[in-house]
């Protein structure tokens, strides 16, 4: 644990104090979002200091030129950056003309900031006192609405405490915005009108190249002593700024107050020629909820999501904050209404990673999505890559592949490649197992199998194709190999044969001619126009099988595990344990060379995979290579706790698998991995979310049947969730002494407990000995 | 072979014709250079057209900052590059007004260029017609002073054949200049004063951040028919450019020229307030030279450099071409005055790579400067090493290593490591042996062991020091094993056993320490300061042998060879004899990860080894390694076929060696690799001398004598070589029917033919049946 600032709380993220150091961390962690738009918790006065300014839209992105030190046949020309946006939340604030910065101010007291997660706002008190010795008590609140999801509103009060003062507001919009994450120093935005009405104001721009048009609008209502009033504002107007100027005199202990309504509007969904004429739309509703009305609304919204979403844990309010600040986040990153989003890596808290969509979504996020909202949401993360299966092909095709062999790209935004290393790029290809797996993973707990015939089986097709033709034979051998990859474990890299890499492999081949013959039998039309389309042969199908028939597997007799990949035992096998913990994290201690050559595991990889196909293997199997592996085992990967923690929960290994759960359910708020300031880790909080269904819930799908064999760790009381399973409600409910399920609707439900079936009656709460 | 415009000649490089797709490739081919500087062959005049301009100065580099898409702990902050310097060489000229310029003229013709490399000088002639209809003949030659080698010079005539006209030559200083090679468009140069005085001009200017102080300096005289006449110019000055104009009327058939004076002086060899006056000095001598004064002097000393270092081919126009243009070349670019100079890649004549110094060094070029120089100009390439073990050891220490251990880096200028490549920089580390290597090979060479104590063994010792860390136990195979590394074969990376390495690092500590021995019995006061200075321990030596004596060296029983490195075998072997012609190069058509779980070699790897440790194999076992391996070579590297051409010398496979000959000494002239227009190959150029001597002359030193077994082409009618063997000059010529030897001197000298000892008395050919 890096940090311990964060106040434990079982509904909101608290910070008490003013830390200048704090400010780029907290920024992160009070981010907030609402699946279309986000922002950084960067304040709205001027702040002079250390921070890092970040205001998001999603699915608006700049293809930034590749920049590398050696340039390697087949990389991309061009790295989609998720894109800084204009920002809207600005609000100059000045006390006698003196320019409200609690970087140089003279005193800061009371600092309070709240992340409501229940109700989904951010809120920042102080009392400020300045150069000018003036002291102001300032409260702030700001959400994003989730219904109105293009609009956000501000409410910002200053009272003058020890004297009287003038004080001056000027909300503004800003469009000169630049990225941290940049190649060049390109310039990002081309501002293209900058207009007002009223107390409205607009600023029309669009990105460079990608040509995202948007506008970015505000409104704003001043207050004394919370009575509207009417002051005539000045207004300054530049290329690409725009702000108004509301003066007001007021006797100490007067409250001045601003409501700023903003946001944008951006052209996929409204003609790029409307964008001011539906910013004053939404700025009309806006106006006419005020932002109380909002804000009622807001909590609505929010407690409608926690009704189905919520995980609560009695007796350990650092574990009850951790879950929901996980659930919190993923909510206001992805909520599925738009099939062209997804999931970023650090949804809208920063700009690192770039692109949007890495095998995160598939491996970590489809699980929680699918569980805790309409099954519509999973299913059009799906359609996400069964669209960009064109680019898939021709990502293929790039790097020598023919015939409709398809490899999703590392990281994309629309498709293309957006990542340049080639050991990742090139190499890191197990990313289109987890595709395949994913559709599999769907119609196991949805038992929707129409997508598979209607999308999924040409996606399937074509990462079956690239299986057979990445397999090269070893005459040596006499099996197939995969040689030079890289595995979940990119702590190596160009590795022969990572067993995780070729089990997946030869599944997905299997998997593929399974539905291939399923398809065939009972969705004859689809089969042909597939068949037609996809030029499949009985040859190639047999191609395929004898790759899959004849894949290698390392495997050490003497220890009876799996080998992570061929020579995985000349290593020093110095455990985690026995390392100096001055060494630690290596990722920022070593050199590559050292860490590649060392039995360090970033993230869980021969356990992957014994995690995605656990019924392959026996539980003794499990704990053999569990023992195996996790002792060199560093979890330097947001991604790895989670399932370790799963797989402990499994091997009724409970106070391992607790403290895997809090580090991958704080990794952000305890700062595990000294980088919170870049932003949060979004997607690995799913995985949070698995550890507790799957893990203490050991929730899994059998017979297609829900199947549970709930364990709590002992710091708990107890703890709940909630699943949507085929379009029924069903609330688990885990204590010590039983496990209570409550079933919504109208039908039963049957269902296994420690493999022993049960059936649910609705409405009623079935309690089960735990 | 790519390109086939150069005219086969003994003693020249000439093109004929003008073709401006061929001109970037011409500039490299015609570079010229005297160890100190070296240009490229740029055109003097004006010239529109595709041009790659590169005037270079020795040692005066840039520590460009590094520019990487992902950072790695471990890589350097900067990189030093090779540095494009001021133009001393331009001469704009106009007639009537209208600027001469070979890309925008009506037209071109009886363009003539020729790099005389008997002699030493640059020319070009041509006949253009100009836009205005006026043609002209132009005559321009260019040589660098070998002497006084801060100076050039250039004659340069124009006359208007079809009509009198007025024309006017402008010579300039040009320090605006910027690098092809650039990583974020810095200014390398910060010019300090531009100054004039007479017909001299001077541009006085420092490079950014490293400091180096140059003055770059010219000195005019124009000429009417040959007889110098008096112009007053008009001078146009500005912040970093200086120009002469010197115009005249002529009647048509008269000739109009001009001498230009000029070069740098740099603050390496004056102080930096002094080099305007330094410059002056050198003007001064140069003309009291004169043109022709100057011209005497370079044809003789190139006459020196061939005495010792020309190889003649009989019967064989194109070979002998190809050998004396390396040769040629090498001397242009280093010629052993200054030990903290040493030979970069490209030397003059091109900006790629940076850096100046590369493991080249060692493995291929001190044998050829062993052979032709003075014995002191190889012990000053080992002195460089010497002089950098500081920061090899720090260096080492960067990436992990401690207790005196010595990394060299991979590419270097003053020591410190300048690429950023994870797996070059981290992971290329064989590049460590060949720097001990090279120590063997001069003590082998020159009976001169003084080095060892005085210098040599401290670095041996660091050396050995890093192998010993570097190597880990795997207790799988009980061996010491070697995780991790890029061999010589760049088309590998982070492979485990590399066959070259470990045998190289196992050589390393055996010698390290039989040297630790031999200077404990014979050179007591040395070893104590030596030990002192190290603290080397008995224990630590232990620890040594312990890891020399159990090194694992990959090795097939089937195939009985040893393995490039592990898995090796698991490859889809298909020889480039069966691969499709339109997949090569590979490295231009295959994206990385293809290209490295390809069975195809870049260059030698195992062939390396056993080309160094030669009296350790067999020639049966030599015969199965090159069988094996050289059928997957696809040669990439200009390091490869030189090795290969010696190897299957020695097998008497003469058709084979022959090919090899040729691609290594026409690489550059036929342009291979497609590459020359980026400048040419000059280290490799040693590894042509390599093939002939050590190949086809079968040149050895065997119980310290020298020893050869005379081949030949059947192309051939017959080829000479001359050597310098501890300071007695042998020349040897070889035909098919005999062998001679000459010898200079008084001694006679004992040596080896075909394994006969022979006595060879001075100034008598000796004749041996072939």
């Known amino acids: 644990m890096n940090q311990d600032y964060i106040k434990p709380d079982n509904w909101s993220i608290i910070e008490e104090g003013f830390d200048t150091s704090r400010v780029k961390s907290s920024e992160s962690l009070f981010s907030i979002g609402n699946g279309a738009m986000g922002q950084r918790a960067n304040f709205e006065e001027t702040y002079s200091g250390p921070t890092f300014q970040g205001s998001y839209i999603a699915g608006v992105y700049y293809p930034d030129k590749t920049r590398v030190g050696w340039w390697k046949n087949g990389y991309p020309e061009y790295f989609a950056k998720v894109l800084n946006a204009p920002n809207w939340i600005g609000i100059n604030v000045s006390i006698n003309n003196e320019t409200l910065d609690l970087f140089t101010c003279k005193a800061v007291k009371d600092f309070r900031r709240e992340l409501n997660m229940k109700e989904g706002w951010l809120s920042r008190s102080f009392k400020a006192t300045l150069q000018n010795n003036i002291e102001i008590q300032v409260k702030a609140k700001r959400f994003l609405c989730l219904e109105l999801d293009e609009v956000g509103a501000i409410h910002y009060e ?218 519509n949401v999973a299913r059009s993360l799906l359609e996400y890559r069964y669209n960009h299966l064109e680019r898939a092909i021709e990502n293929a095709n790039k790097l020598g592949f023919t015939n409709g062999a398809a490899l999703y790209p590392m990281v994309t935004m629309n498709g293309e490649e957006c990542h340049n290393e080639w050991e990742i790029t090139f190499e890191e290809i197990h990313r289109n197992g987890a595709i395949a797996f994913a559709i599999y993973n769907y119609y196991r707990y949805t038992n929707d199998y129409s997508y598979i015939p209607e999308k999924g089986l040409e996606v399937l097709i074509g990462i079956a194709r690239f299986w057979q033709q990445r397999a090269t034979f070893s005459t040596d051998k006499n099996k197939y190999v995969i040689l030079g990859v890289t595995g979940p474990n990119e702590y190596e890299n160009n590795v022969n044969n990572n067993w995780y890499t070729n089990y997946l492999a030869k599944w997905c081949i299997k998997y593929a001619i399974e539905n291939i013959k399923k398809v065939e039998a009972e969705y004859y039309t689809d089969f042909i126009r597939i068949m037609t389309k996809t030029s499949l042969s009985e040859s190639e199908l047999n191609s395929w099988k004898e790759v899959a028939d004849n894949m290698y597997f390392p495997y050490s007799e003497k220890h009876d595990v799996y080998l992570q990949q061929d020579g995985f035992l000349d290593k020093e096998l110095v455990t985690v344990a026995d390392l100096d913990q001055a060494q630690r994290p290596i990722n920022q201690k070593w050199s590559w060379d050292r860490i590649l050559r060392s039995p360090y595991i970033k993230q869980a990889d021969v356990l992957q995979g014994f995690y995605f196909f656990e019924d392959d293997f026996s539980k003794e199997q499990l704990e053999k290579h569990f023992d195996f592996y996790e002792p060199f085992t560093v979890h330097e990967s947001s991604l790895s706790p989670c399932v370790h923690s799963i797989q402990a929960a499994k091997l009724d290994r409970m106070e391992q698998a607790y403290t895997f759960y809090l580090r991958t359910s704080r990794l952000d708020l305890d700062d595990y991995n000294k980088e919170v300031h870049e932003g949060l880790h979004i997607t690995s909080m799913a995985g949070t979310w698995m550890s507790i269904v799957e893990g203490f819930g050991g929730m899994r799908i059998k017979n297609s049947m829900l199947s549970f064999t709930p364990k709590i760790p002992k710091q708990w009381e107890g703890y709940s969730f909630k699943i949507n399973f085929r379009n029924q409600i069903l609330k688990v409910n885990v204590s010590h002494d039983e496990t209570k399920f409550e079933l919504e609707g109208n039908e039963s439900m049957e269902l296994l407990v420690d493999d022993n079936l049960q059936v649910i009656e609705p409405n009623n709460i079935e309690n089960v000995s735990g």
């Not at 503004?172 to 994450?181: K, M, S, V």
């Not at 005539?232 to 108004?244: E, G, H, M, V």
């Not at 509301?246 to 202990?253: F, R």
């Not at 951790?322 to 909510?331: A, E, S, V, W, Y």
Request: neutral net charge; contains cysteine.
């Open 158 to 375: 200053v009272t003058p405490i020890n004297s009287d003062a003038s004080i001056t507001f000027k909300p503004y919009l800003d469009a000169g915005i630049t990225n941290e994450d940049t190649n060049w120093d390109d310039k990002f935005w081309d501002v293209l009108k900058v207009s007002n009405e009223g107390n409205q104001a607009f600023i029309e721009a669009k990105t460079m190249k990608t040509e995202f048009h948007t506008c970015t609008f505000m409104q704003s209502q001043v207050f004394v002593n919370g009575n509207a009033i009417n002051i005539s504002p000045d207004i300054l107007k530049k290329d690409n700024f725009i702000a108004y100027s509301y003066s007001k005199n007021l006797k100490a202990g007067e409250r001045f107050a601003i409501e700023k309504f903003g946001g944008y509007i951006v052209d996929r969904n409204y003609d790029k020629t409307k964008l001011v004429e539906a910013s004053k739309s939404v700025l009309g509703k806006a106006e006419t909820l005020g932002f109380s009305g909002l804000l009622k609304m807001q909590v609505q919204a929010w407690a409608n999501i926690w009704d189905m979403a919520d995980i609560t844990i009695h007796g350990d309010v650092k574990a009850q904050q951790g879950i929901r600040f996980n659930i919190f986040q993923l909510n206001q990153t992805y909520l599925g209404k738009d099939s062209r989003l997804n999931i970023g890596p650090k949804g809208f808290t920063g700009e690192k990673y770039g692109g949007s969509t890495y095998w995160d979504t598939e491996a970590y996020c489809i699980p929680f999505y699918m569980a805790t909202k309409n099954q």
